[in-house]
């Protein structure tokens, strides 16, 4: 029974409500909100930074929040809100664009905070009548279309709430790359080009100039965080980042002084700063308080046309200024029309008195009887008659007109989208079934729809449209603070950037016209590390980015031909290194010239024993009837005499340019000319021993080794070393060959002697042969003097063993021609120890003792 109770008060609670929600519907609360209205066919909703000075509520939750309160008029805002309803009024003139259609607006301000601003979005989409019917509910939404916000943080959380309802909005100010996202903000569009752009730009300027070591700040929101976050990416590509700071939203007095302490510490002449002039504000005023000089300032567009920024003020520090700004358009009858407001005291016009009172420093006051009347009690009272056309202030200056200009592109946008709806012929139309939209009961996603494809000239010449993304087309001005001669700031241009432009042709600058901020007024440098020239390498600094890097020179044999070159590169095996380091040269090519002081007296040398053993031949043979000469076999002395000689002229074989033909001839003819003089050497020291015995009683020791014995003897010794020549010259021949080992910057040219084994045989039996006759000359020594020259032959052998033996690690020690020069230089000492020792002592006999030269003498006891 209860239970049945129960239902049935179910129900007649159900039904009650329904019917209450069938009739009406009621707002618990209307927002406070500063606004501007008119009444219109078709309204569009506006959003504008209007004031600043906030009062924040209670937020404690401990009783009902009171509403935000806002105050102060920013007259440049109002200026902007003044164009937007002008744009408005002058397509109402217009018989061609939306003819018989009257536009009206529904402004908001949005106290430059976020819950103002959606509170304000809300407004906008719902209305704010108190009781809504559901004959309220049906044809158009309270506005079709809402221009603004300027800020991306409130465009990004205005558009998500747009987005069930698909209303299109069309902010003139917020840039974050972020809202080009189609699929997060599908009903987003904008006169203001994408923050991607933006970076884009700033990389160009930064990039043109050189600098590399660049310093970053942004604000603390989407638009600052985005940005800056694109731009180091890009930065990176070709720079280092010297610092990231972020600028507070509030309460940031300890953080603005780190960021100055960074900046002043960091050598980093360039700092870009992505941030709003509001944002940017505290910092500026800190940094002209702190005077800090010497730095070149990149602005975002949202701070570099600012006029709270740009007084003389700032100058000293923030002159110079480069920065990028949305490009100006000038709005003809604009002015005229500014100066044409005047006071109004409807309940939803409030903000027009709001500026009134800022304007003239004045306020009103309403009478006691609840009606806005004017009352004169004082001279900080405002009567309303105030002359706008006295006043001087940014409101009224049209000069510079950019992001105004961007609001006027908004409007004409929806306006043009509107009349590509109105224009619609049935039948032809987008939707379903080929259907148009009709004007009277037009729908946010209708519009939204002709939104996309908007694409005319406006009446300044410039195409306005909007991608696949809804972005603006990307065409900034580059702007330089300067100073006028009365003190005023100038915005300067000194630029375009058009992403549009054929690559390489996007950023055009008059770099005459730019003004810079530092005593040499020159561009200045923001290196970390200067540039590495060519003959260098950049070598990273450890733990530092790799903008900051020591310059090393390239080592021996490698070259850098770029500027910042990360490596050296080796030259290739036939050249060198120049003395820059900056180009490979063909190497020095060296040998043991002919023509240097080494080559002609070491030939001079050879020469000199060629003609000297020629000129003991001589004697010999003019005296060769002679006791001296016939002792020991004269046809040996002969033959030595001739060996002498082509030992002496084998020399000169190692003289000279290298060739095939050298390096075989050479090694050859020294080895069989050695070979033969120490074996004639070896036979005269054996033909004194046997000549010697043969004096013996009962000895016939020269019976045994007579003339043809010795002649034998000496020519199988050589032989056998002929052998050893054919047997090396024929497997592996010493061939010409390049040596850099000695030395890398020359190329010496040399013999190679190809197969180490054959040349060690081949000395090492000359070696053998002088090592025989040594030992048998010094046991001959002590046979009597007068009969023999045993004495002389151990004596050369002496020389002879003595220079090739220091000869091997004076050989192995010597680099370059140095080498050949040993080698001829102990086959000239050897060969002159040979000569002077055994020859001396008889050429002095037959030619100064002649007296002795007689068979009794030699003969002696």
Same mark, same amino acid.
């Given at each position: 029974?209860?239970?049945?109770?129960?239902?049935?008060?179910?129900?007649?609670?159900?039904?009650?409500?329904?019917?209450?929600?069938?009739?009406?519907?009621?707002?618990?609360?209307?927002?406070?909100?500063?606004?501007?209205?008119?009444?219109?066919?078709?309204?569009?909703?506006?959003? =504008?930074?209007?004031?600043?000075?906030?009062?924040?509520?209670?937020?404690?939750?401990?009783?009902?929040?009171?509403?935000?309160?806002?105050?102060?008029?920013?007259?440049?805002?109002?200026?902007?809100?003044?164009?937007?309803?002008?744009?408005?009024?002058?397509?109402?003139?217009?018989?061609?664009?939306?003819?018989?259609?009257?536009?009206?607006?529904?402004?908001?301000?949005?106290?430059?905070?976020?819950?103002?601003?959606?509170?304000?979005?809300?407004?906008?989409?719902?209305?704010?009548?108190?009781?809504?019917?559901?004959?309220?509910?049906?044809?158009?939404?309270?506005?079709?279309?809402?221009?603004?916000?300027?800020?991306?943080?409130?465009?990004?959380?205005?558009?998500?709430?747009?987005?069930?309802?698909?209303?299109?909005?069309?902010?003139?100010?917020?840039?974050?790359?972020?809202?080009?996202?189609?699929?997060?903000?599908?009903?987003?569009?904008?006169?203001?080009?994408?923050?991607?752009?933006?970076?884009?730009?700033?990389?160009?300027?930064?990039?043109?100039?050189?600098?590399?070591?660049?310093?970053?700040?942004?604000?603390?929101?989407?638009?600052?965080?985005?940005?800056?976050?694109?731009?180091?990416?890009?930065?990176?590509?070709?720079?280092?980042?010297?610092?990231?700071?972020?600028?507070?939203?509030?309460?940031?007095?300890?953080?603005?002084?780190?960021?100055?302490?960074?900046?002043?510490?960091?050598?980093?002449?360039?700092?870009?700063?992505?941030?709003?002039?509001?944002?940017?504000?505290?910092?500026?005023?800190?940094?002209?308080?702190?005077?800090?000089?010497?730095?070149?300032?990149?602005?975002?567009?949202?701070?570099?046309?600012?006029?709270?920024?740009?007084?003389?003020?700032?100058?000293?520090?923030?002159?110079?200024?480069?920065?990028?700004?949305?490009?100006?358009?000038?709005?003809?009858?604009?002015?005229?029309?500014?100066?044409?407001?005047?006071?109004?005291?409807?309940?939803?016009?409030?903000?027009?008195?709001? =500026?009134?009172?800022?304007?003239?420093?004045?306020? =009103?006051?309403?009478?006691?009887?609840?009606?806005?009347?004017l009352l004169l009690l004082s001279g900080d009272q405002c009567t309303g008659h105030e002359d706008l056309k006295t006043t001087k202030t940014a409101y009224s200056d049209v000069s510079n007109l950019r992001v105004a200009y961007n609001i006027y592109k908004a409007v004409y946008a929806l306006a043009h989208a509107l009349h590509s709806l109105s224009s619609c012929e049935n039948g032809k139309g987008p939707f379903?079934?080929?259907?148009?939209?009709?004007?009277?009961?037009?729908?946010?996603?209708?519009?939204?729809?002709?939104?996309?494809?908007?694409?005319?000239?406006?009446?300044?010449?410039?195409?306005?449209?909007?991608?696949?993304?809804?972005?603006?087309?990307?065409?900034?001005?580059?702007?330089?603070?300067?100073?006028?001669?009365?003190?005023?700031?100038?915005?300067?241009?000194?630029?375009? !950037?058009?992403?549009?432009?054929?690559?390489?042709?996007?950023?055009?600058?008059?770099?005459?016209?730019?003004?810079?901020?530092?005593?040499?007024?020159?561009?200045?440098?923001?290196?970390?590390?200067?540039?590495?020239?060519?003959?260098?390498?950049?070598?990273?600094?450890?733990?530092?980015?790799?903008?900051?890097?020591?310059?090393?020179?390239?080592?021996?044999?490698?070259?850098?031909?770029?500027?910042?070159?990360?490596?050296?590169?080796?030259?290739?095996?036939?050249?060198?290194?120049?003395?820059?380091?900056?180009?490979?040269?063909?190497?020095?090519?060296? *040998?043991?010239?002919?023509?240097?002081?080494?080559?002609?007296?070491?030939?001079?040398?050879?020469?000199?024993?060629?003609?000297?053993?020629?000129?003991?031949?001589?004697?010999?043979?003019?005296?060769?009837?002679?006791?001296?000469?016939?002792?020991?076999?004269?046809?040996?002395?002969?033959?030595?005499?001739?060996?002498?000689?082509?030992?002496?002229?084998?020399?000169?074989? !190692?003289?000279?340019?290298?060739?095939?033909?050298?390096?075989?001839?050479?090694?050859?003819?020294?080895?069989?000319?050695?070979?033969?003089?120490?074996?004639?050497?070896?036979?005269?020291?054996?033909?004194?021993?046997?000549?010697?015995?043969?004096?013996?009683?009962?000895?016939?020791?020269?019976?045994? !080794?007579?003339?043809?014995?010795?002649?034998?003897?000496?020519?199988? *010794?050589?032989?056998?070393?002929?052998?050893?020549?054919?047997?090396?010259?024929?497997?592996?021949?010493?061939?010409p060959s390049k040596n850099t080992k000695y030395q890398n910057s020359k190329i010496i040219l040399e013999c190679d002697i190809a197969s180490l084994f054959g040349f060690s045989c081949l000395l090492g039996y000359i070696g053998l042969l002088a090592c025989i006759c040594f030992i048998l000359a010094f046991l001959a020594r002590k046979l009597p003097d007068n009969f023999n020259e045993a004495k002389f032959i151990?004596?050369?052998?002496?020389?002879?063993?003595?220079?090739?033996?220091?000869?091997?690690?004076?050989?192995?020690?010597?680099?370059?021609?140095?080498?050949?020069?040993?080698?001829?230089?102990?086959?000239?000492?050897?060969?002159?120890?040979?000569?002077?020792?055994?020859?001396?002592?008889?050429?002095y006999i037959i030619l100064l003792k002649p007296e002795q030269n007689t068979k009794k003498a030699l003969m002696g006891r």
């Amino acid at each position: 029974m209860k239970f049945i109770v129960y239902v049935t008060l179910s129900i007649c609670c159900i039904v009650v409500v329904a019917s209450v929600i069938q009739s009406t519907c009621k707002i618990q609360e209307i927002f406070q909100l500063n606004q501007l209205y008119k009444k219109g066919d078709v309204i569009l909703g506006g959003l =504008f930074e209007l004031t600043s000075n906030k009062k924040t509520p209670d937020l404690s939750l401990s009783s009902k929040p009171e509403q935000w309160t806002c105050e102060g008029i920013d007259l440049v805002v109002f200026q902007w809100v003044q164009i937007m309803i002008f744009a408005i009024e002058e397509i109402n003139k217009n018989q061609t664009l939306l003819p018989n259609i009257t536009l009206g607006y529904q402004i908001y301000d949005n106290c430059a905070i976020l819950p103002v601003a959606l509170r304000a979005a809300v407004s906008l989409l719902g209305g704010l009548e108190y009781v809504i019917s559901d004959e309220e509910c049906k044809g158009r939404p309270p506005v079709l279309a809402i221009i603004g916000d300027p800020a991306s943080t409130n465009s990004i959380a205005i558009s998500r709430i747009l987005k069930p309802f698909q209303v299109p909005q069309v902010s003139y100010s917020a840039s974050c790359s972020c809202l080009s996202n189609k699929q997060e903000y599908p009903s987003f569009f904008r006169t203001m080009p994408s923050d991607a752009f933006q970076v884009k730009a700033i990389v160009h300027i930064v990039k043109h100039f050189g600098w590399s070591w660049i310093g970053c700040i942004a604000s603390e929101d989407d638009y600052g965080q985005n940005a800056i976050k694109s731009f180091i990416e890009e930065a990176e590509k070709f720079g280092c980042i010297a610092f990231k700071e972020t600028i507070p939203k509030t309460n940031g007095v300890q953080e603005i002084s780190q960021i100055i302490k960074i900046i002043k510490e960091s050598t980093a002449k360039v700092i870009v700063i992505f941030s709003a002039d509001t944002d940017f504000m505290d910092l500026a005023q800190e940094i002209v308080r702190q005077n800090v000089t010497g730095k070149q300032w990149i602005a975002s567009e949202g701070w570099s046309t600012s006029t709270v920024l740009t007084v003389p003020e700032n100058m000293i520090t923030l002159g110079g200024t480069i920065g990028i700004a949305v490009r100006r358009g000038e709005i003809s009858g604009l002015q005229y029309f500014l100066l044409q407001v005047q006071p109004d005291f409807a309940s939803n016009n409030q903000i027009v008195n709001k =500026f009134w009172e800022t304007m003239f420093e004045c306020k =009103f006051q309403d009478n006691l009887y609840g009606k806005s009347q004017l009352l004169l009690l004082s001279g900080d009272q405002c009567t309303g008659h105030e002359d706008l056309k006295t006043t001087k202030t940014a409101y009224s200056d049209v000069s510079n007109l950019r992001v105004a200009y961007n609001i006027y592109k908004a409007v004409y946008a929806l306006a043009h989208a509107l009349h590509s709806l109105s224009s619609c012929e049935n039948g032809k139309g987008p939707f379903e079934y080929n259907t148009c939209a009709s004007i009277e009961n037009a729908q946010p996603w209708q519009l939204l729809h002709y939104l996309k494809e908007v694409n005319f000239v406006n009446q300044l010449g410039e195409r306005v449209a909007f991608d696949e993304n809804g972005d603006a087309l990307a065409i900034y001005d580059i702007i330089n603070w300067q100073q006028r001669d009365d003190g005023t700031i100038n915005i300067k241009a000194i630029g375009v !950037f058009d992403e549009s432009a054929p690559v390489g042709q996007e950023l055009l600058l008059n770099k005459e016209n730019i003004f810079w901020n530092f005593e040499s007024g020159q561009i200045p440098k923001s290196v970390c590390s200067e540039s590495c020239l060519p003959g260098f390498r950049k070598a990273i600094r450890k733990g530092q980015p790799i903008c900051c890097f020591d310059c090393i020179p390239c080592a021996d044999g490698e070259i850098s031909t770029e500027i910042d070159s990360a490596e050296c590169l080796k030259c290739s095996v036939d050249f060198w290194s120049n003395e820059g380091r900056n180009q490979c040269i063909l190497k020095e090519i060296e *040998f043991l010239s002919y023509e240097d002081a080494m080559g002609i007296t070491l030939t001079t040398t050879a020469l000199s024993g060629t003609c000297l053993s020629i000129g003991i031949l001589m004697i010999f043979i003019q005296y060769r009837n002679t006791p001296v000469v016939k002792a020991n076999n004269s046809e040996l002395s002969f033959l030595l005499l001739v060996s002498l000689t082509l030992c002496f002229l084998c020399s000169l074989c !190692f003289i000279g340019q290298p060739s095939h033909f050298t390096c075989v001839f050479m090694y050859a003819i020294f080895g069989i000319s050695f070979v033969l003089c120490i074996s004639c050497i070896l036979v005269k020291t054996l033909v004194v021993i046997m000549a010697f015995k043969a004096t013996l009683p009962g000895s016939n020791a020269m019976k045994w !080794f007579g003339i043809a014995q010795q002649r034998g003897t000496v020519f199988f *010794f050589t032989a056998i070393q002929l052998l050893i020549c054919v047997i090396w010259l024929s497997i592996s021949p010493p061939f010409p060959s390049k040596n850099t080992k000695y030395q890398n910057s020359k190329i010496i040219l040399e013999c190679d002697i190809a197969s180490l084994f054959g040349f060690s045989c081949l000395l090492g039996y000359i070696g053998l042969l002088a090592c025989i006759c040594f030992i048998l000359a010094f046991l001959a020594r002590k046979l009597p003097d007068n009969f023999n020259e045993a004495k002389f032959i151990t004596f050369s052998m002496l020389i002879f063993c003595t220079v090739w033996i220091t000869f091997i690690p004076a050989y192995i020690s010597s680099p370059g021609k140095y080498t050949v020069a040993v080698e001829v230089f102990a086959i000239l000492a050897s060969s002159f120890g040979i000569l002077f020792a055994i020859f001396t002592p008889k050429c002095y006999i037959i030619l100064l003792k002649p007296e002795q030269n007689t068979k009794k003498a030699l003969m002696g006891r």
